[in-house]
């Protein structure tokens, strides 16, 4: 892949104190963006945030929780006063509460809701604002949602997890339809990662033990590189090279997309 393809760029990513975020916001730092970490995770985010500035580009944190809307205002303002504007949104930031259906709590499903669905729209709704002529960044952009291979297979034990994906998969067509439509110089699309060992795949892995879909951890994930063509889980960098593209000129034609990132598991 071409380097420095974001040079000159101002990115805010959700969610990237750790995983995939943080492998993101690295390879939106390494394509020469500048980026601000979004995320509750304080201390975290911190970290993730100083490591970011030792590729040689801007860098800072702000504490963003992607359900509260003041904490967005706050956010947007943060990264176009720290960044010097605000042309990338990467709305990655998400949660999994693994239940089978006839185990679901309905809190769970509010979380998810909350987080996923109404998480997203609330980026994509501040970065359309903001980026937008006469938004107060205004020169265009590009928004990239982190949706999943959930969105698109039909996998056990996460049926509330998979219908906020496939609602974010909903929701980057009609931003993307209407941020063209209306001429607001911004793309959106979306990525459905396949399962990735972070923090969250992990858990998953656990959660399928416990559920009795599996009969131990390694035989979970061996489930899953078996429906999975390329025959291995998919790694933080898979997703943060595809999100780069996607950000990229080399994209300038690509909107309401969504992107599977899951070695063939979707097809
Ligand atoms: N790991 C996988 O297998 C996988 C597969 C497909 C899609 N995804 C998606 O990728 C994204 C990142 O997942 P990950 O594996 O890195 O998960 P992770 O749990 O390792 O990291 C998630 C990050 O989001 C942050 N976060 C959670 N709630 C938040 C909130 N309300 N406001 C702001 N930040 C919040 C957490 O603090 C954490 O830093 C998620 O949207 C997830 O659904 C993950």
């Given at each position: 892949m071409q380097t420095k393809t974001l040079e000159g760029r101002k990115a805010l990513v959700t969610g990237a104190a750790r995983g995939i975020g943080a492998s993101i916001a690295e390879a939106l730092a390494k394509a020469g963006a500048s980026v601000m970490i979004g995320d509750i995770l304080e201390d975290e985010g911190r970290k993730t945030a100083a490591h970011i500035e030792t590729f040689g580009v801007s860098s800072g944190f702000t504490k963003l929780d992607v359900t509260d809307e003041s904490q967005w205002e706050s956010a947007v303002s943060a990264t176009i006063s720290a960044l010097g504007g605000f042309d990338i949104l990467i709305?990655?930031?998400?949660?999994?509460?693994?239940?089978?259906?006839?185990?679901?709590?309905?809190?769970?499903?509010?979380?998810?809701?909350?987080?996923?669905?109404?998480?997203?729209?609330?980026?994509?709704?501040?970065?359309?604002?903001?980026?937008?002529?006469?938004?107060?960044?205004?020169?265009?952009?590009?928004?990239?949602?982190?949706?999943?291979v959930a969105a698109t297979i039909a996998f056990p034990a996460i049926a509330g997890y998979s219908a906020t994906k496939s609602a974010v998969d909903r929701l980057t067509r009609i931003g993307a339809m209407e941020a063209g439509k209306l001429g607001y110089g911004v793309r959106v699309?979306?990525?459905?990662?396949?399962?990735?060992?972070?923090?969250?795949?992990?858990?998953?892995a656990n959660d399928m033990v416990a559920t009795g879909l599996a009969p131990d951890v390694n035989a979970a994930v061996a489930g899953v590189i078996d429906q999975t063509p390329l025959g291995h889980l998919a790694e933080v960098t898979d997703i943060a090279d595809a999100a780069v593209f996607l950000c990229s000129n080399q994209a300038r034609f690509i909107t309401g997309i969504g992107l599977p990132v899951d070695g063939g598991m979707g097809m």
């Open positions: 709305n990655n930031a998400g949660i999994e509460i693994t239940s089978l259906v006839v185990q679901i709590r309905p809190e769970d499903i509010r979380k998810m809701c909350d987080v996923n669905v109404l998480g997203t729209v609330l980026g994509m709704k501040h970065a359309l604002l903001a980026m937008k002529p006469q938004g107060a960044a205004g020169k265009g952009g590009a928004i990239v949602n982190i949706s999943s699309n979306c990525i459905y990662p396949g399962l990735i060992p972070t923090t969250m795949g992990m858990q998953l």
